[in-house]
């Protein structure tokens, strides 16, 4: 049995595209063009997207239709994409949200500390 998504609820049948590489913090991952990011992940043993602003918990893929924003990260620079929905392309740069910012807690503990 395939990990890959096959038909999804919001997108409807994802046809297999070619091999690309993309990043995810920083090193460097394989999926297929067109399938959603957050399936992408998934196959590569990513299953934590972003951590909660207030407690900083962990999520990953919930509804996978695009309503719940558990699955946002930055994708390009651009923070609350919802990675479920939204297609891998080659040479795309994924990260781990923490919070609602594309920085890291500590970053933003010294960007807001000064």
């Known amino acids: 049995m395939s990990e890959r998504i096959a038909e ?3 997108l409807g049948k994802i046809e297999k595209g070619r ?3 993309f990043t995810f913090d920083g090193k460097e991952l394989e999926g297929c063009e067109g399938e959603p990011i957050a399936a992408a992940l998934k196959v590569n043993g990513v299953m934590v997207h972003r951590y909660t602003k207030k407690t900083h918990q962990p999520r990953g893929i919930f509804c996978a ?3 719940c924003t558990d699955c946002v990260m930055v994708v390009d620079g651009v923070p609350n994409i919802r990675t479920c929905i939204t297609p891998l392309r080659e040479g795309m740069n994924v ?4 919070g609602v910012s594309p920085l ?3 970053e933003q503990a010294e960007k807001y500390s000064r």
């Open 65 to 67: 239709i695009g309503r």
């Open 104 to 106: 890291t807690f500590e």
């Open 95 to 98: 990260q781990t949200q923490y």
């Open 8 to 10: 999804h609820p919001i």
């Open 19 to 21: 091999t690309v590489k």
